[in-house]
């Protein structure tokens, strides 16, 4: 009897694995090669508009640069008499020039699936300078992942936000900041509406959060260098500072990966996958 009914259960299970996979591409390898790549697939400054956010420095389309083919590079600039920003209704003197770039999709946890994204990046732990690799909603707040967020401390931050006040977060010190290091966060729906969120970097599992009521929420992508607020003031003062260390040189294989369980004639289940590679 029991043979029986654990045969029923892997039936199933093994037709669905039999059965072949399809991919999308969504964005190419190709996205950071030249600009006209880039501006494709990206925006500049944020991408809900605006060209302000929460720390101290202004976006702009002058500090984001294809350095080389395959890299990305933002670069943060000292200035003075710049109008201040206002964010939660507070002024936020503007002391730096910098840059932001987010995607120009969307991007979703289905009910059954998931999103993975990873890259390469290269970050200053210096105070005062602030980049992140992020995800935020589209509509509302929260929900909210930064995939890696750096903020002045010599350590990286995994964070998972469900509340201002309620959220998962996990430090860990960040050595070698000179040298590029592999980020990876897979988002995979846990019970249809929360999404189970996982952090790698250099290939070693950091932290697992779980995002409540995540699923089904669309996300915006962000790259950004961000300076002072949550990074400590004052920053770094002099350009050899910011060209050396206040940059994210980010590698081309950016990855977003779906795994969308969906239906094909007959009733069996598929798996589709789509990726940015």
């Not at 969120?197 to 599992?205: A, E, I, N, S, T």
Request: proline residues 6%; charged residues 15%.
């Amino acid at each position: 009897m029991y043979m029986n009914i654990f045969t029923a259960l892997l039936l199933p299970l093994a037709s669905v694995s039999a059965l072949p996979k399809r991919a999308e591409t969504l964005i190419p390898k190709s996205v950071f090669d030249n600009t006209a790549n880039l501006e494709q697939y990206f925006t500049y400054n944020y991408p809900w508009g605006g060209n302000t956010h929460n720390g101290g420095a202004r976006m702009d389309k002058d500090h984001v640069k294809i350095s080389t083919p395959g890299t990305l590079t933002i670069t943060a600039q000292p200035v003075k008499g710049q109008p201040p920003a206002q964010h939660g209704g507070k002024n936020i003197p503007i002391n730096y020039l910098s840059g932001a770039v987010g995607a120009k999709q969307h991007f979703t946890v289905p009910k059954g699936g998931g999103l993975s994204f990873s890259g390469s990046f290269q970050a200053t732990t210096t105070k005062g300078t602030w980049p992140a690799f992020w995800l935020t909603a589209v509509n509302g707040w929260p929900p909210e992942i930064d995939m890696a967020e750096w903020k002045g401390s010599g350590k990286i931050s995994f964070n998972t936000f469900n509340t201002s006040s309620v959220l998962s977060w996990k430090d860990v010190t960040y050595s070698n900041p000179g040298q590029f290091h592999d980020i990876r966060c897979e988002l995979r729906d846990k019970n249809g509406k929360d999404t189970e969120v996982k952090f790698w970097m250099d290939g070693q599992l950091q932290a697992t959060h779980v995002g409540k009521d995540y699923t089904g929420k669309p996300f915006y992508l962000v790259i950004n260098l961000q300076m002072e607020g949550s990074s400590g003031s004052p920053g770094p003062t002099t350009s050899e500072t910011f060209v050396t260390h206040t940059s994210i040189p980010m590698n081309a294989n950016i990855l977003a990966r779906y795994d969308i369980f969906g239906e094909e004639s007959g009733g069996h289940n598929i798996v589709t996958d789509r990726y940015i590679e």
